[in-house]
């Protein structure tokens, strides 16, 4: 039996031995992942979402200055640059445009008054009239012509303006004349001012200006309504616009402002328009005047530029991973209120930047990744997913080469469903085209962060459609598996109150080294994942 003394030696000898020894090798994922950190991404946002870049708008000078900025530190991090400039030099900068048309001179003349567009009076329809015209005006009743009931019976309306009330004749005991019931027919409605404008079009009248029934801040929100539904004629596009300005249109006005160009007064007109209604018949027309109108659409074209940094990967690196996030936000509010845009989609801006330097870092220790990896800021997401959709379309690396694209939009903040519960992220699109992208993000999860993934958006029956919402989908269309991490949408969604200080890097932190872990293993794994599910 062993001396307890030597067996007490032997002990002491065995334990300096193990303290002696190098602890086991630390995890290279997890290595580089603690280079992720609250604070360098507090420093990036405070840049990105400051007021000098006044809401990064698509094409402004402020997004300009966060393609320069992201670019500095993809330069520094030693990422390259493989967009081609004018002049054949790389570039960060994968530049394009967009096309828009718009309003722009549009106002009404009458005697000495001018009246203002979207304020006086909202436009339905295109038009372009490029220098100012001048035009008697003419009032036809309800500018209807049906069976034996017409507006414009020995009435002369050629190259002269109509003066129409919206609506139809309508009796005092609720029956409608053309119908003959209390149901209204085809002239009143939503869509009623087209078939109108086009009867006094067919008669020779040059343009149609209708008096609508609304008043006050009725009539005002009416008018905010239809500015805003009229941003659908001014919306940019990756093509240039056609449009046919030469098409159905009319002016819409309040009863007050028609009286003012016809030098009489409202209740004249409600008179006249109750006389119709009493009698069933067209009524006399004694109201004239002459106008002064213009309307231009003009053209408009947005330089705009995707930042693309590109670190090229070792055995693999014909194989490609996208990393995403949208560079721009929606800029100024028309009343000058700057929309930052901290967490829509700066969040996004500010990871790439710490996962790029996380794979600088262990590039730089001999620890590159096997396959390449293009850290996309897009722009244009805000107008159409535009930027993603350009690069779609012009990639600067060959798609079929994609393994995946993981896309990073609004991960900075809670939303009311997780208000009690910080640790959560919305994972969207990780099973659509690929079970293996989803089985690596799960498995990372579970090994690293252990967050709630909560896949309630996925669903495609929900509402939201958050899935075709975002940049990923411009991959995901063609083919390329995608990931669309998220934290959902806030009281400060689209507004001014997006701001810095309402981020909660902490728990950004960890969602952004959730990318890191799911994209080390995607760019250094033997196999490349597989697109085995096209699920909507």
């Known amino acids: 039996m062993m001396n307890k003394h030597i067996l007490a030696g032997l002990f002491l000898s065995i334990n300096t031995l193990a303290l002696a020894q190098d602890p086991p090798p630390q995890d290279d994922a997890a290595k580089y992942a603690a280079s992720i950190t609250p604070s360098d991404l507090k420093k ?14 698509t094409g402004s000078p402020g997004q300009k200055k966060a393609a320069e900025y992201v670019s500095r530190y993809y330069k520094q991090y030693g990422y390259q640059p493989i967009a081609a400039d004018a002049d054949g030099s790389k570039s960060y900068l994968q530049k394009y445009k967009l096309y828009k048309r718009s309003w ?10 001018t009246y203002e567009f979207n304020k006086d009076f909202y436009l339905n329809g295109l038009l372009d009239i490029p220098e100012e015209v001048s035009t008697s005006l003419v009032t036809a009743g309800y500018g ?4 034996s009931y017409s507006d414009y019976a020995d009435l002369d309306v050629k190259g002269k303006s109509v003066v129409i009330f919206d609506g139809e004749p309508k009796s005092s005991g609720g029956k409608y004349l053309l119908t003959g019931t209390t149901e209204k027919g085809k002239w009143s409605g939503p869509a009623a001012w087209q078939l109108k404008a086009k009867l006094a079009q067919e008669k020779g ?5 209708i008096i609508t029934d609304k008043t006050g801040e009725d009539l ?14 001014s919306a940019p596009t990756l093509k240039p616009v056609q449009e046919n300005p030469a098409g159905t249109a009319a002016f819409v006005m309040a009863a007050s402002t028609a009286a003012e160009m016809l030098g009489t007064s409202a209740s004249k007109l409600a008179k006249l328009k109750s006389e119709i209604d009493k009698s069933g018949k067209p009524a006399a027309r004694d109201f004239t005047g002459k106008v002064a109108l213009k309307a231009t659409r003009v053209s408009e074209t947005i330089d705009t530029e995707n930042v693309a940094a590109f670190m090229e990967g070792t055995d693999k690196k014909d194989e490609v991973l996208v990393i995403s996030a949208h560079l721009d936000h929606i800029g100024i509010s028309p009343n000058g209120e700057i929309n930052n845009g901290a967490d829509d989609d700066g969040s996004g801006t ?16 001999g620890k590159g990744p096997r396959r390449s990896i293009l850290f996309l800021n897009v722009t244009g997401e805000e107008k159409g997913l535009f930027g993603s959709e350009y690069y ?12 995946a694209d993981l896309n990073i939009d609004m991960i900075g903040r809670v939303d009311e469903a997780h208000k ?8 969207i699109g990780s099973d659509k085209l690929s079970s293996k992208l989803h089985e690596i993000s799960e498995e990372a999860n579970k090994k690293y962060v252990n967050f709630k993934l909560d896949y309630t958006f996925n669903d495609p029956k929900d509402p939201n459609r958050f899935y075709y919402r975002s940049d990923h989908y411009n991959f995901a269309k063609m083919g390329v598996p995608v990931i669309f991490y998220f934290t959902g949408v806030h009281e400060d969604y689209h507004r001014p109150g997006d701001d810095v200080e309402k981020i909660l890097f902490d728990k950004q932190s960890e969602i952004v080294k959730l990318v890191f872990y799911t994209a080390w293993e995607l760019v250094n794994r033997e196999e490349r994942i597989v697109v085995d599910s096209h699920k909507e």
């Open 220 to 233: 005002d929100k009416e008018i905010r309504q239809r500015a805003v539904m009229a941003r659908r004629f």
């Open 104 to 113: 722009g001179e549009v106002y009404v003349k009458a005697g000495d008054k």
């Open 144 to 147: 209807i012509e049906e069976g």
């Open 392 to 403: 779609s379309e012009h990639p600067l690396l060959p798609l079929k080469n994609t393994i």
């Open 420 to 427: 009690n519960d910080h640790k959560y992220v919305y994972l």
């Open 205 to 209: 009248a040059k343009y149609v200006f």
């Open 44 to 57: 990036h946002l405070v840049i990105i979402a400051s007021d000098s870049l006044e809401g990064r708008d």
């Open 350 to 365: 500010v990871s790439l930047l710490e996962l790029a330097e996380a794979f600088s870092k262990a590039k730089a220790d």
